[in-house]
Each structure stands twice: as structure tokens, then as C-alpha cells.
């Protein structure tokens, strides 16, 4: 294992900044949409475009826009509205919106070439700077472009993953870790019925007595638990119980799966063309990143333009070389599945199959001086900018920045 870091990358809003490039190849001539340029402070995307719809009475469904972006920024991005609405103009606290040009296509989630970020990262100790700035000139080399940790936000524990568990007919322990499982920042009155539920599982009635006491309304538990209350003596209460879990909370279960399993792969196929001497492994909510130190160019060649696939219920469909394949049945045998039990996803949330590339190969990178850090006496600070390909994740480059 390696040493990674303890550092600040969000203590200000400007410490993380991020700006899309718009595929201008995606936009087509014309002047049926106005394209807008929006700025927003520590808000997130889908709410701030509900504040837009609701002040200028649009239909939430004839915004347009390419991505989501950190909550927990200052993002630049672009939407587009339908012409009829007008020219709209707005400048408030933390949010800018402001009229770019007529075209003749919206946008739609996607269609972006990438992102700029300026990032800054804090609370570096001195001893610790030329490892960073070794590591700043060596980013050519590009990163492994694994999912981050905001991928797994509905996994609790390492290891402990709801759609696995699912897949294994385990759909009793599947849903305990639903109702029972909790991180720091949710709220305390759902915290204090996580563990309430976990130590009264099965006598269901003194749950729900629970949270009538306590004025607890969530339709999710509250029907969950209700319907398991009512079928005591099925044996298919468990899993007919999912059919009350939050459609777009199921859709989170499988891809967090996907994605580690994707990363797990991806882990693999390094660990073939990277010698032991160059491995850096970072743990993560799941386990463990390998970044590399160097890379042989050859290598890093046919690297940077490989992708690999996530994995699906019907991926024998797919056009896949038979290298992925046994990486793939190696994965899924470690982890006691076979691509057969993908199947029993369905019945969850359909999974999605993507080719995502292997490398992502920041551009553009540049960075400043290191200087003493304000907020942090005795420490420092470094201001990195680079550009990323989209469905790439600045926070892994911080990540391969700050390891070593």
C-alpha cells in the first residue's frame, strides 16, 4: 500500500472550478433555441434548472443541458430554452444566466467534448511538495479512469454491495442494508429509525408503532415495511418488497455495482503491463485504486485508446474482444456471479451497457507556484488547471497527484 495524502480541495467555492467544452459539431445551425451560458455557486444542476423553470414558467422538460456537475463547485455549463420564451436574463448570489446565441437544436445529456477544471488543492505539507510536483509533470502519463468514489454513494460498508446481494437470491439482506445501513450525513431522525429497524428486524408492527410515535412519513419505509408486516408467513416478501424502493434509488444499486466491477477489471488488466516496482494501489469505499509511477510508452499507446465494457445481462451480444471476456469471468467468478445472473437484474433496474476508455490522459495541464495556504497554517497549496475528455473524473487525477 501506498501513502495517499490527507488533502482540501473544496474549502472555498473557487477552490473547484469546472467549465464545459461544447462539441460545437453536436449544435446545429438555426433559430428555434437560445443557447445560455450558466454560472452557479454550490448548487446542483437539476434543482437549479427547476428554480429556472418555476421563475420563468418553462416546462422543466424543454431545458436542455449536457451534464451534471459537482454540487460543491462553481460549475460553467450551457443550456438551451426554446426561442419563444425569449431572451431571459438573470444575476443572482449564486447562480448567472446569460444569452449566448440563437442555434437550431437543444442540447441533450452528453453532448459535450469535455471539461476544463481549475482546482486547488490545500493542506499540503511541506515535506511532501517535490512527490507532488513529480507527480504534476508525469500527468502526460495519464490516469487510470476509474469511477470515483461518487459513484457509490448506496454503498455502506467495503464489499457490501444491494445489487450483488440481490443477484445472489440474498433479498432479505439486500434490503436490510437499505433500511438499516446509514452514513454520517443523513438525517438524524432516519438515522435513529436505521437503527431501530436493525435491532427490532422482524417484529415489524413495533416498527411501524415507531414511527407513527414519531411523526415519520417517508413513503418508502413506511410502505416497506407496512408490506412486510401484512405477508409475515411469504417467503417472497423480501424480494416482492424492492417494488416499493425508489425506482431512481435501484437504478443507483446496480450502477454502483457496474462500476465497481468495471474498476475491478480495469485494476486487472493494469496489473498485466504494470511492474510491481511502478504500482501505487489508494484505497477507496470499495477497495482499492492501482495508479502507476511510469508506463512504458508502447504500452500507454495502445492503453490510452482502449476502452472496456461495463458489464450487462446481455453483453454475449456485444462485439467484445475475447481478452475482456476472460477478464470479465475472472471478475465475476471472484465474486461468485456468472454473467447469467445479470439477468435477475432486470427485475431491479435494467443495466446499462457502456465502453468506457481504460486512460484518461489529462491536456492542457498547468500549475502554479507552491505557496502557503491561508486557511491552513503550516501548510500549503498548489492550483492545478486541465482539461478531461467527458465521463472523466477530476477528482482521480487529485487523486494521482496526491499519492505516491
Known amino acids: 500500500m501506498v501513502e495517499n495524502m490527507k488533502v482540501k480541495i473544496r474549502q472555498l467555492p473557487e477552490d473547484f472550478i469546472v467549465e464545459e467544452i461544447l462539441d460545437e459539431n453536436i449544435l446545429e445551425e438555426g433559430d428555434t433555441f437560445n443557447l445560455y451560458l450558466l454560472k452557479k455557486t454550490n448548487m446542483e444542476i437539476l434543482r437549479t434548472l427547476s428554480y429556472i423553470s418555476k421563475k420563468f414558467k418553462i416546462p422543466l422538460k424543454e431545458i436542455g443541458y449536457c451534464g451534471l456537475k459537482d454540487r460543491h ?32 437544436s437543444p442540447l441533450k445529456l452528453g453532448q459535450l467534448a469535455g471539461n476544463k477544471f481549475k482546482i486547488t488543492i490545500r493542506y ?9 510536483e513529480e507527480n504534476l509533470k508525469k500527468l502526460h502519463l495519464g490516469v487510470p479512469n476509474y469511477y470515483d468514489t461518487q459513484r457509490f454513494g448506496s454503498v455502506y460498508r467495503r464489499g457490501e454491495f444491494i445489487a ?11 434490503l436490510k442494508i437499505i433500511l438499516t445501513r446509514y452514513k454520517k450525513s443523513e438525517n438524524r431522525l432516519i438515522k435513529d429509525l436505521k437503527r431501530y429497524i436493525r435491532s427490532h428486524w422482524g417484529d415489524w408492527r413495533s416498527i411501524i408503532r415507531y414511527m407513527k410515535d414519531r411523526g415519520i412519513r417517508d413513503r418508502m419505509f413506511n410502505n416497506i415495511i407496512r408490506y412486510l408486516e401484512s405477508r409475515e408467513h ?21 450502477s454502483a455495482y457496474q462500476s465497481y466491477l468495471w474498476n475491478e477489471s480495469v485494476k486487472s488488466i493494469l496489473k498485466k503491463c504494470i511492474p510491481k516496482e511502478d504500482r501505487i494501489y489508494v484505497d477507496y469505499i470499495c477497495g482499492s485504486f492501482l495508479f502507476y509511477k511510469n508506463i512504458e510508452k508502447d504500452i500507454l499507446d495502445i492503453m490510452k485508446d482502449r476502452t472496456f465494457p461495463t458489464i450487462t445481462h446481455d453483453i454475449g451480444t456485444k462485439d467484445i474482444k475475447e481478452e475482456d471476456r476472460r477478464i470479465i469471468e475472472d471478475i465475476l467468478k471472484r465474486e461468485g456471479l456468472s454473467i447469467e445472473d445479470f439477468n435477475k437484474l432486470l427485475d431491479l433496474s435494467k443495466p446499462s451497457y457502456t465502453e468506457r476508455r481504460i486512460i484518461s490522459i489529462p491536456e492542457n495541464v ?17 492550483t492545478v488547471e ?19
Open 73 to 104: 463547485a462553481i460549475t460553467i455549463q450551457y443550456i438551451t430554452i426554446p426561442i419563444r420564451y425569449g431572451k431571459l436574463s438573470l444575476k443572482e448570489n449564486n447562480l448567472e444566466l446569460k444569452y449566448l446565441r440563437k442555434v437550431g
Open 124 to 132: 499540503l505539507k511541506e515535506e511532501h511538495l517535490p512527490k507532488i
Open 164 to 174: 450483488r446481494e440481490y443477484m445472489m437470491g440474498n433479498y432479505e439482506e439486500a
Open 234 to 254: 411469504d417467503e417472497e416478501k423480501f424480494k416482492e418488497a424492492f417494488k416499493y424502493v425508489d425506482i431512481r434509488l435501484k437504478k443507483l444499486f446496480v
Open 366 to 382: 498547468r500549475y502554479s507556484k507552491f505557496v502557503e495556504d491561508e486557511l491552513n497554517k503550516g501548510r500549503y497549496k498548489v
Open 386 to 404: 486541465f482539461q478531461l475528455k467527458k465521463g472523466c473524473y477530476a477528482t482521480m487525477v487529485v487523486k494521482r497527484i496526491t499519492s505516491f
